[in-house]
């Protein structure tokens, strides 16, 4: 089946660590998109990237970290500089550029500081 | 103001109604909209896709777009308790980047 996969669905993660959230998938797509969701605060756009070994900062870049060497895979990391991290984490993806450019999520991941 | 706009809600509505969910938005460039459905501690799953105005019917889902009052909206009929999730729109234009509404609560009630 084809989708998107994010592990772990619950990390905690101490004072002053850096912990790394994983997104894979085997859509094809072109595009790879991170976004934190707060309640009340909707999906706010961390990092996406369009294309292999480039990426570009959203809204709320501070503090987080991606890398992009593979098509599949678009690995976050939340440094110690996130001073407010617990939060819930949602990778998309999507074709770009195309007619049918619709996004499609992962199951997220809820990271808690500890 | 944001980009896009929407309520969050909560709606309640007794099990049968048709419920009206709403978006409004302010970038013209925005011609791909679509709805979402996020169940409790869960990802979003995508029900409807449109491109530019006009609308478009799937089952009890009916998505409409008017792009000249910049505005969206997503009919669910005869609503059923497993309806009730968060609802969140989302747009897209020329960036190719989804800019999604804060989501929409809904509740309904047997």
Redesign the interface.
Known sequence: DGG?T?SPKYLFRKEGQNVTLSCEQNLNHD?M?W?RQDP????R?IY?S?IVNDFQK?DIAEGYSVSREKKESFPLTVTSAQKNPTA?Y?C?S?I??A??????????T?LTVV | QKEVEQDPGPLSVPEGAIVSLNCTYSNSAFQYFMWYRQYSRKGPELLMYTYSSGNKEDGRFTAQVDKSSKYISLFIRDSQPSDSATYLCAMIGGSYIPTFGRGTSLIVHP
């Open positions: 998107i994010q595009a998109y976004y009340g605060q909707g999906l756009l996406y369009q959203g819930f949602l998309a999507s770009v550029p007619t049918n450019t619709e996004a499609f999520f992962g199951q997220g809820r």
